[in-house]
Antibody
Framework: QVQLQESGPGLVKPSETLSLTCTVS????????WSWIRQPPGKGLEWIGY???????NYNPSLNSRVTISIDTSKNQFSLKLSSVTAADTAVYYC??????????????????WGKGTTVTVSS | AIQMTQSPSSLSASVGDRVTITCRAS??????LGWYQQKPGKAPNLLIY???SLQSGVPSRFSGSGSGTDFTLTISSLQPEDFATYYC?????????FGQGTKVEIK
């Protein structure tokens, strides 16, 4: 049973860089794609981006060039860095596994396993 | 980015009720849509993928339908454990976008 666990500082100062790690256990990170999603307090979900096992990435343009997702297959971990943070980046951050499902010539993506989430507060 | 609009934003229902939540995309997304359930303080949980396919382990009272721009999540007989917030998510193109959520509350 694959499990994901987010880790990192719970408090980040404005203008600094938020850094989180997601550790994958119970399975290899080298066989799927991996995503980050966040949820501001009392609000909905926002997709941040994904990274493949080979290191290709795709990010939400709303975060401009502030986001970087990387992968370390030797540690079975992937990471999120978000630079120049403001109070608007205060949120619960989730990591999730993205798996493909193909049928009838079409392929879909599912977020089938999620971490429990970690709360990050941006404040001085 | 594709906008996903859910309705209603919230609803009150009783155990045993049939509940329907809709999700409308700002452009056609084939059937590249999933539904997720989130309980307070917990991570979202996948219910439906490819608009109508039931995720393994999810009770059969949950069903999804739709294609193109209009989608529906139906709970055929609401159970106490179903009171939660439900989100749709389009994976047709990037950036993936969620609906704003529908909170299902006890009547």
């Amino acid at each position: 049973q694959v499990q994901l666990q987010e880790s990192g500082p719970g408090l980040v100062k404005p203008s600094e860089t938020l850094s989180l790690t997601c550790t994958v256990s119970g399975g290899s990170i080298s066989s799927h794609y991996w995503s980050w999603i966040r949820q501001p307090p009392g609000k909905g979900l926002e997709w941040i981006g994904y990274i493949s096992y080979s290191g290709s990435t795709n990010y939400n343009p709303s975060l401009n060039s502030r986001v970087t997702i990387s992968i370390d297959t030797s540690k079975n971990q992937f990471s999120l860095k978000l630079s120049s943070v403001t109070a608007a980046d205060t949120a619960v951050y989730y990591c999730a596994r993205r798996v493909p499902y193909c049928s009838g010539g079409s392929c879909y993506s599912l977020l089938d396993v999620w971490g429990k989430g970690t709360t990050v507060t941006v404040s001085s | 980015a594709i906008q996903m609009t859910q309705s209603p934003s919230s609803l009150s229902a009783s155990v045993g009720d049939r509940v329907t939540i809709t999700c409308r995309a700002s452009q056609g997304i084939r059937n590249d849509l999933g539904w997720y359930q989130q309980k307070p303080g917990k991570a979202p949980n996948l219910l439906i993928y490819a608009a109508s396919s039931l995720q393994s382990g999810v009770p059969s009272r949950f069903s999804g339908s739709g294609s193109g721009t209009d989608f529906t999540l139906t709970i055929s007989s609401l159970q106490p454990e179903d009171f939660a917030t439900y989100y749709c998510l389009q994976d047709y193109n990037y950036p993936w976008t969620f609906g704003q959520g529908t909170k299902v509350e006890i009547k």
